[in-house]
């Protein structure tokens, strides 16, 4: 029964627990005190998806000047982005840009924000339970992964499937899953008119340019959680720098492709005006009010 439920259940890598966002405005949102166990100051964030099963979610965070925590490890798979600012990790001055990631478990420096910083915050797998610990990096098992993204070089991306002109830079790749965490620059004039679906979830934060797709207008601090199988595309990337976001996914991403697209509604109204009663269509994403309604583009 393809497009039903029954359907995605089949394909059950999708958590069904985080709902399709597709497209809000960060600042739209409305904002929570930080979910930071055991920090000193002033934190907030605006969830921009969040699993109401397990706890995980992806959040964009602002910590005030002289925000702190202490050593300890995270019960969440944990990923930070610095949108601005910045942050010490054991001491060290890390700015816009950084990346890091942390398996569950394992124990991370003290971190600190002496001028304050927004950030990007993922958790997986797990809640925002954090436990003060005193064993540091030196001792961890898996493997800590921090870096600058604004350093790298971007790498055109080799994969068939993507029209030219997207460019990476691989943040984390998780060697079993496959699940990644990657900045993507689509360059100026980059188009691709096809609609493609694909097997694992997918979700990205704007982080400058623009680019035009059937779900809206990306531009600075738009985000989008997009479960697994859902149809995207007719992307036109805007002049004159192009978009780039950050990317996530949670498995494997291959790239399957739809042509002509057209969904035909038939229905007959039995008792309601079907101009100004028509029943909406189940399962429309979730918006936020500066993005407007979705035109159907791609359904
Ligand atoms: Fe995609």
Redesign the pocket.
């Known amino acids: 029964m393809p497009g039903s439920l029954f359907h995605i259940l089949e394909h059950k890598e999708a958590p069904l627990m985080r709902p399709h966002v597709e497209v809000i405005q960060q600042a739209d949102l409305i904002q929570h005190d930080a979910e930071f166990p055991r920090a000193d100051g002033g934190a907030w964030q605006r969830n921009l998806s969040y699993d109401e099963e397990i706890g995980a979610a992806s959040i964009r965070v602002h910590l005030e000047p002289g925000w702190k925590r202490p050593m300890g490890y995270h019960h969440a798979i944990t990923e930070w982005y610095v949108l601005d600012g910045g942050i010490e990790i054991d001491g060290r001055e890390y700015g816009r840009g950084t990346y890091w990631r942390a398996p569950i478990g394992m124990v991370v420096p003290e971190i600190r924000s002496a001028k304050g910083a927004d950030l990007l915050v993922y958790r997986e797998a797990g809640d925002y339970g954090f436990t003060v610990a005193d064993r540091g990096l030196d001792d961890a098992e898996d493997d800590w992964t921090c870096m600058n993204g604004d350093g790298m070089e971007w790498l055109p991306v080799a994969k068939e499937g993507p029209a030219p002109g997207l460019f990476i830079k691989m943040l984390h790749q998780h060697p079993v899953t496959r699940a990644y965490s990657r900045l993507i620059w689509a360059a100026p004039g980059w188009v691709d008119h096809r609609l493609?679906h694909?097997p694992c979830s997918?979700e990205a934060y704007t982080l400058s340019g623009s680019m035009v797709y059937n779900f809206g207008d990306l531009y600075e601090g738009v985000y989008f959680y997009r479960p697994a199988w859902v149809k995207?595309g007719h992307f036109v990337s805007g002049e004159p720098s192009g978009c780039t976001w950050l990317i996530r996914s949670d498995g494997e991403?291959t790239?399957l492709y739809t042509g002509h697209n057209e969904v035909i509604r038939e229905e007959e109204a039995l008792n309601y005006d079907p101009t100004s009663q028509r029943p909406v269509l189940a399962g429309i994403p979730v918006r936020s009010r500066s993005m407007g309604e979705w035109s159907l583009d791609g359904q």
Do not use: C, F, I, T
């Open positions: 493609a694909h997918e995207h991403l790239n």
